[in-house]
């Protein structure tokens, strides 16, 4: 799906008109692909647009540049503020905000460590990540590729070079007619999709796979967990096999971009009867209420833009 180009994109400070928003070549990211970034999502509500999360995924940005050893030159503060300045002057209502922290230009080699640090904010419209599949249910496989082990890369920073390893569990699932792909990880247990978290259902208990299973510790999943427990629901994090996974009474993928989608089809198998389940169905509606500003309990969950 091709971008839905807005006008400006914030590069340092400046608004810059979205077409001008340019790197040098030879900045270390596109090399190396050094930057930490983030994915928020920002809602239309009654009060004018909302940021979904806004602390905690900038919280995220400073950790997961923390582990690379890149100082961000802008206070927690000033980010939360240039997410809220991208999306007013874009004139956006509902958006997707892409913060992006990465290493630029001045010199070559692996070494990152004299590089500028520079961040960069988009916002745009971006539809339903998995198209018909949040009301239908995705089809997916397993991946034949695995999620990097925790001594590789730390699955709890959200890092630009990773993604080569979701790139090609993608291109796997889209070769193969599939809407996503879910990658194991370095034992053989159940990880994540390519851009999601993972939850299954037995039994009416809602389970997902814990950190050590190389996933990113997703502020969608932590939100489920939280909107699951408050409806007393069960929610256990432990490892999943993957014949958990097809014999699950419901399965369905967290993320920003995703959302709350669920999972009707795994490697040719249904889940289920084939129908998105009738807990999945409940989540999905609470947490779109939520991000819409329509359930008091969790207003502290949104940042309005005004
Ligand atoms: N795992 C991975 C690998 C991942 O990329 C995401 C988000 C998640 C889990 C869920 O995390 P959270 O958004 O905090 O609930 N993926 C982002 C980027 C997707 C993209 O294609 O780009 C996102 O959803 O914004």
């Excluded at 209502?93 to 990465?102: G, K, M």
């Excluded at 010199?107 to 009301?135: D, S």
């Excluded at 009416?204 to 510790?217: H, Q």
């Excluded at 399965?251 to 009738?278: L, Q, S």
Aim: aromatic share 12%.
């Amino acid at each position: 799906m091709p971008l839905t180009e807005s006008k400006y994109i914030w590069m340092d400070g400046e608004f810059t008109p979205w077409k001008e928003a340019k790197i040098h070549i030879l900045s270390h990211v596109v090399h190396y692909g050094s930057a930490v970034f983030e994915g928020i999502r920002c809602y239309k509500t009654e009060k004018g647009p909302a940021i979904f999360r806004l602390k905690e995924h900038i919280d995220r940005l400073y950790f997961s540049a923390s582990i690379y050893h890149m100082k961000i030159p802008y206070t927690k503060e000033q980010l939360i503020n240039a997410c809220k300045e991208i999306v007013k002057a874009n004139g956006l209502q509902e958006c997707y905000i892409r913060p992006i922290v990465y290493r630029g230009y001045g010199e070559m080699g692996v070494n990152p460590l004299n590089l500028p640090v520079k961040v960069a904010i988009a916002a745009w419209v971006w539809g339903p990540y998995l198209g018909k599949a949040k009301e239908e249910g995705a089809r997916v496989i397993i991946s034949t590729w695995r999620r990097f082990a925790p001594d590789a890369i730390p699955s709890m920073a959200k890092s630009s070079g990773p993604y080569m390893n979701n790139q090609l569990a993608k291109i796997e699932a889209v070769e193969r007619g599939v809407d996503e792909a879910i990658m194991l990880d370095y034992r053989g247990f159940v990880s994540e999709g390519t851009g999601e978290n993972i939850f299954i259902i037995k039994n009416n208990i809602l389970y997902t796979p814990p950190l050590e299973a190389s996933i990113l510790p997703g502020i969608t999943r932590d939100s489920i967990i939280k909107i699951a427990k408050d409806l007393k629901y069960t929610v256990i994090e432990k490892d999943l096999t993957r014949a958990e996974l097809y014999h699950a009474d419901e399965v369905f993928f967290t993320g920003t971009a995703a959302e709350v989608t669920p999972i009707v089809e795994i490697d040719g198998i249904k889940i289920g009867n084939g129908k998105p389940g009738p807990i999945t169905r409940k989540l999905q509606e609470i947490f779109f209420k939520i991000v819409k500003g329509e359930e008091e309990k969790y207003l502290k969950w949104l940042t309005y833009v005004k």
